[in-house]
């Protein structure tokens, strides 16, 4: 009859501190209403009705069709004392297929009817249990409740022609969102008037748009928080984008600068390689030049030497080689200035064809 739920853990605040509040607010009405000793609770949940029924007192039977809910109740079912459990059953079965041959005092139905097509059936089984004065105790969600389980909705008058025939009505209570009633299983007439019932409806009604009303100024209020909190971040936004924007046209530049400076530089090596280059050929040429140069020379050298030992005795081949050496003194001269003359000379003597300290 009801999908998976958890009123013992919304009672204890699982569900945030409002929903709690309205939840225990319901319970504690639900447990106040209830008469006799002997006591039914038809779809229980997680057995948070049972256990505060049967601390005082009172025998309870909680059934329901959700097998998980029925395994929470008897799992906290053992935190208890031995009073209180050898008070409570727990059952995991549908009402339709419960027989039992006692009676019970009250019967519970809490938010229960909401979840079937009709419910003719599930009244005339409730009756049959009910002992002569039996209370039986109704909550159903009140106005609209889109929820995919709920097959009906509920207001007052709809709600009162359903239990008619099966039970009266002793009193009506409303929740905000749900509608409690506590009916008896007597005959006589209804102990409200049309226009008591119908005055009752319309402050309920008021209480609901009141509320309704409230929520919709709250989420106003919250929008307009909101809106100004976007209107805000969409200014920083905007002024973090127009840094952004200033700070890339910025980088934009310096890469820019960058880059042609890389070029520059880039064209630079490109010359300096092909400097480097040439600068190499012509030392080879310069090499091979005066490779060529010194072999002449040493050759050179070696007929003067061989003159010389030949005409060494003669003054004029003596005075002609003497001005030959000066020659070569003033051109050793001259080459030993330059930069090629050092790199000539440094050569001979690197060759050992001249002494170091020449």
Known sequence: MKSSDKVTEAY?????????????????????QVQGDYVLDVGCSQGITEFLLAREGKTVIGIDIDQSAINYAINALENESDSVRKRISFLNISIFDYVTDKLFDTIILAEVLEHISTSDDLLKKISSMLKPEGTLIITVPFGINNYHDHKKTYYLFNLLNEIDGYVKLKDVKFFGKWIGLVTVKAEGECRYSFSELASMLEEAVYSLEQMWLDKIDEQTNLINQLNCRLDKVKEELAEIRSKSAAESMRINIEYEKMREEYEKLKLDYEKMVKKNQECFELNEKYKMVIESKNNALLERL?????????????VLRFNHLEAKYAHICKKYELLSKSKLGRLTLNYWKYRKRIPKDF
């Open 12 to 32: 204890f605040g699982s569900m945030g501190e409002s929903f709690a509040k309205k939840t225990r607010e319901r319970i504690h009405w639900i447990c106040s």
């Open 302 to 314: 070696e007929s003067e030497e061989k003159t010389l030992e030949e005409y060494k005795a003669t």
